[in-house]
């Protein structure tokens, strides 16, 4: 039995709560086992869940991990064509889903063939459970999860993780959060988030605490992108939240509401925030509105976090210090190379890791006294004219520091100087705050010219990944003729 389900049958008092229901451990435990005995009988293989946030969620998550079945969350902010080569690629044979009328066309556009149709309800949620005839496909031994990145181009690949491999990241950051039973946790971003699907519902589980599983819409969240901030932050004063997991993005909305007046949050203790750099400046405002916040680091091929910086060992402006269950080390030229609880593959090429030290594609270094500095993304690295290499999200981290500048990407290759696009908070301070990021940046790295943008970067727009990365890619075009005719004026 995993730990995670183990902790489920000794806890007790409540386990789940959507704001409206609450459900204890032991009446969780029994509902889990039932769906869990359901998915061995009828044969199922590999199960994708396509539902909003809440206890039913969890329950067919876990359900799936009892009967050891393969689970593969399918995000709702995934297009259809990207849903279709997810469960192409996964051989997924059975999909549980709140909403099978909005499914039902995108498998009939993807050639599958729906064997059977049941709806039911659990936990006050009607479902659908959508039997599909089984397609092979290539997943390492011992695959529990696979998980799905978003990419910036092409389709996703099929991150495939072992339970080991997950329980273990659980267990590092059940230490390092310090959860215990007294706490409160709100999930804000969606389940089929591997961070949020650890930390929302196996580390307060194992903690033997509450999971408030809300709808999206309940904390303000609407398909990738869209964001009512004060909702996600009247939701987690009335959850009594005490912990969360937050983007930068987000946690910007929080401390301005905070800031403002608008929201207060006495009992949180434990603000996680990751997906993206975080500037110093915004983690200034946070402790300067009282938010305890913490910033991490991961990614989906280590089943998520690999550091992180907390109450007892923090430091800003580091992503915090490897997590006890890694080891990490670094290649010559800084790329970050980490062990502990690394993927079995990905999905449809098994056999194209072995175990070893897994190369993160970040660079980076560990301070003297332990704490990991993040450079920049191998790929990102351009080279300068002069032959110098320099990492844009270094450069773009300084930009951001400063209060007049929200959004900025920067290119430079084979130039002689860096180019910014721009997104403002205040236009008019855009000169001023360059000069002021210039000052802290080496000659070589810093911005000769810079423009406004048409529009901020967001996920609505495909500029970014829902975890808050820009997508360099996709701006690039855009900007390219603009950003060319700078070079040709005198700098």
């Known amino acids: 039995m995993s730990t995670v389900i183990s902790a489920l049958s000794r806890h007790g008092g409540i386990a789940f709560s959507d704001g409206e229901n609450e459900y204890g451990y032991a009446e969780f435990f029994v509902a889990l086992k039932s769906f869990s005995a359901k998915l061995r009988n009828d044969r199922v293989r590999v199960v994708g869940i396509a539902m909003d946030n809440s206890p039913l969620w969890a329950l067919f998550d876990l359900a799936a991990i009892d009967a050891g079945i393969v689970c593969v969350p399918l995000p709702g902010f995934f297009s259809p064509a990207q849903l279709i080569h997810v469960m192409l690629d996964s051989g997924v044979d059975l999909i549980l889903t709140d909403r099978a009328d909005e499914f039902c066309p995108i498998l009939e556009e993807g050639g599958f063939e729906i064997l059977g149709r049941k709806e039911g309800e659990r936990f006050g949620r009607k479902h ?57 946790y709100l999930s804000v971003l969606p389940l089929s988030t591997l961070l949020e699907n650890i930390g929302g519902i196996y580390v307060p589980l194992l903690a033997g605490a509450r999971c408030n599983l809300p709808s999206l819409s309940r904390v303000g969240l609407e398909g990738a992108a869209k964001l009512d901030p004060l909702k996600m932050g009247r939701a987690l004063a009335d959850f009594r939240a005490t912990c969360a997991i937050l983007t930068p993005q987000l946690l910007q909305a ?12 006495p009992e949180m203790r434990f603000l996680a925030v990751g997906g993206a750099p975080v500037s110093l400046r915004l983690l200034d405002s946070a402790r300067a509105a009282g938010l305890p916040v913490f910033e991490g680091y991961g990614l989906s091929e280590c089943a998520s976090v690999l550091s992180l910086n907390t109450e007892r060992e923090n ?23 980490a062990k502990g609880a690394v993927m079995l593959g990905y999905c449809g ?15 980076g270094y ?41 959004q900025a990407v920067v290119f430079g290759e084979s130039r002689p100087w860096s180019v910014a696009v721009i997104v403002p908070r205040d236009p008019d301070a855009i000169g001023a705050a360059v000069l002021e990021a210039n000052e802290a940046l080496p000659d070589y790295a810093r911005v000769g010219k810079w423009l406004v943008a ?38």
């Not at 099929?158 to 230490?175: F, H, Q, T």
């Not at 056999?351 to 660079?363: H, L, Q, S």
Request: glycine share 10%; aromatic share 8%.
């Open 254 to 265: 929080v401390c301005a509401l905070v800031g403002k007046g608008l929201v207060f949050l």
């Open 349 to 363: 090429h098994p056999a194209e890791f072995r175990e070893g030290f897994w190369p993160t594609g970040d660079t």
């Open 128 to 184: 659908s459970e959508i039997r599909l005839e089984s397609r092979p496909a290539e997943l390492p031994p011992g695959t529990a999860k696979v998980t799905y990145t978003s990419g910036t181009t092409g389709n996703p690949k099929g991150v495939c993780l072992s339970m080991d491999s997950i329980e273990r990241v659980a267990r590092s950051l059940l230490d390092a959060s310090r959860a215990d039973s007294q706490d409160r």
């Open 454 to 491: 048409d529009a901020p970067f967001l996920p609505d727009n495909g500029l970014l990944t829902a975890n808050g990365r820009l997508k360099r890619e996709a701006i690039w075009p855009i900007y390219r003729e603009r950003i060319e005719a700078l070079y040709e004026e005198k700098a």
């Open 315 to 337: 430091r800003p402006g580091s992503v915090g210090k490897p997590l006890p269950h890694v080891q990490m080390k670094f290649a010559e030229d800084g790329e970050i190379l």
């Open 366 to 406: 560990l301070d003297g006294d332990g704490y990991l500095h993040l450079t920049g993304r191998k790929k990102n690295i351009f080279i300068t004219s002069f032959g110098r290499n320099v990492a844009p999200e270094w450069v773009e981290r300084e930009l951001t520091h400063h209060a007049a500048i929200m």
